[in-house]
């Protein structure tokens, strides 16, 4: 690892770290710092709800690390993969097809969810991001440009899209407004339980990527290089559906269809520390989605909620992605 | 370009419909007066009346009328509704003004309706089947081309979209702005049965209907006594908790069954938004707690503390004295409009301060 590298961690793990704090620290209910700091060690406030304040406070900055950084980590796989600076989770209709699978549990009731409670949710939104990735892989076969690709993944979030739209037709009020909030993206609120699944559910895929180092590193140089080095690309191609599935799916069912960051983050990330080596990408990408899921989230509620999460993630991201665009066009890239 | 042009101009609207009614004076008709509600008034003429319905207080401005005309042999307006006419035909965009409808027992004079599927009653819904109710929603828009296919005589729409301070008919349809939700007592909102009782020509029953009811309240609310023990309302969504205005007409039903309300300082009509951590910080101290939210049906006190742990510290849960009303298992939108004596007994009840009554809508969570 080049000091310029270990610079760069030391640098995006403080800022998330403070960013973290300060989400603790700030908020309506007005608590000491000294008492923040205090229950975060065990003791109880001198109000008693306090504790639960800050456990919330807790929980929802837990949340936006594991989210951030697991949507930035699925975002590098992809354009690694699809050999395409645009691909992420959203872009590609990853994140469309969780929303579908959870729209289905939420919009089409038929009791899943008082039979199986948020599983309904988990298995729902896993089996709608697999089947659109698994869409995705085979149609790569037969589509050589990446730009191509690009757009029928955009056809495809139209496609859900319109899925979800027939299921709005038998849905009651209350589903639909639970989905429309749900669609507007937000950390918080989750339980324990629910946090404890959300971080296995990011943390391990994110170990299985140790194991797409070395396939990675391979594939930057095109799949042709990569099998000529000894990389098995059916397995490769199977680990980054399952990685990327739960992953998306997983962060979409617990905090919403949040945009943006699995694009913007590899490509600011790649810019900063002109590294092509994955043993450092993935582990720097994590950090700066984690750094990123929390500033949003700070932004959220310093607008006292009124401007949801994915108004937040867009107003980053989208400029990055246009910028990204038009060095695209420089580079001859054609639609 | 053209052709669509030609087509445009080619069509032809029919006039509105003529009047042939009835003096409601001679009728042996009642006529009703106006005492609680600030939304509407109805004004009696020579040659008929008319209902206005408008805006109060800070509310967004807005205004709309519906002139009814009697045949007397004078000259008639051609903007007025024909009462008399055997198959009047209503069209409503809420299933509030049908259970308004329904009370007057003219529930065959609705012809079309927003949200059919929401209609929970089973009897209502079979009317409404037989009847051949067409549906005018698609979400919460209305959807013109059904709505014109019913052929509704008067439709009964909602002020929300309302561009103009003074609303015009569309379509040829006499429209009426139906704004009841506004009011700020269920007294007041009742009274609009009134409005309802002289469209369809049931002002006698709808006269009986309303004086049954404000007895019955006024008799409630006079056994409240005035603890002074304070009260908050409903539940968070994500992060924001709303609370309804001090000025709204559930607060000012829980004040009638002798409660304060928390937050009745602060000012303004609309719902109050609170964070959540806000009102767990400030507002858990409150004696009582009541919550309108739409729940499984055996919602218990634990599932609301497995919601969010905090409950725990509030003072209410501590106490047990958690009033929930779930809107998933009772008509609280619909038929509750028209039961606020019942809904202050349950009140009453939950709050101990009567005793053998068996709740309807309120109850003390378990």
Redesign the interface.
Known sequence: MKLKHGIVITLLVSATILLVITNLSI???EIPFSSVWTILFGATGE????S??VE?RLHRSIAAVLAGGGLAVSGLILQVFFRNPLAGPGVLGITSGASLGVGVVMLGGWGLT?SFGTWSHILAGLIGATAVLILLMVLSRFVRSAVTLLVIGLMLVFLMSAFIDVL??WA???S?REYV?WGLG?F??LSRANLGYLGAFVILPFLGTLLLVKPLNSLILGPDYAASVGTNLKKVRLLIIVITGVMASAITVFCGPISFIGIAVPQIIRRMTIASNYAILLPIVFIAGSLLGVAADIVV?LS??ALPLNTVTALIGAPVIIWVIIKLNKQHATF | MGLFACLWGCIQHPDQETIESIDPLDSGRVELKVQYAQGFDLKYQKNGMHIVTHSFGTNTPFADSLQIGFSNGNEQDENSLNLTAEGLRIACQSSTHLSFIKALNATDKVCALCGIKYVTDKNLQNTLAANQVIEICQGEGVLMEPLLAAEPDVYLTYPFQSTSENANDVLGIHDLFIAEYLEKTPLARLEWIKLFGVLLEKEGLAKKIFDEKKTLYLDNQSKAVETGQTFIMNLPFQDNWYMPSSQSLVVNLIEDAGLSYLYADEKGTENILHSKESVWSDGGVSDYWIIIAARPAQFSMDDLISEAPAYRTFAAVQKNQVIFCNTSQVPYFTRGVLEPEIMLKDLLFATGQIEQHDPVYFRLLQ
């Open positions: 908020g309506e209910a109000n008693p709800v306090w639960f304040i919330n008082a709005y037709l009651n009020e209350s639909t909030v937000s918080e609120g509620r006292a909620n």
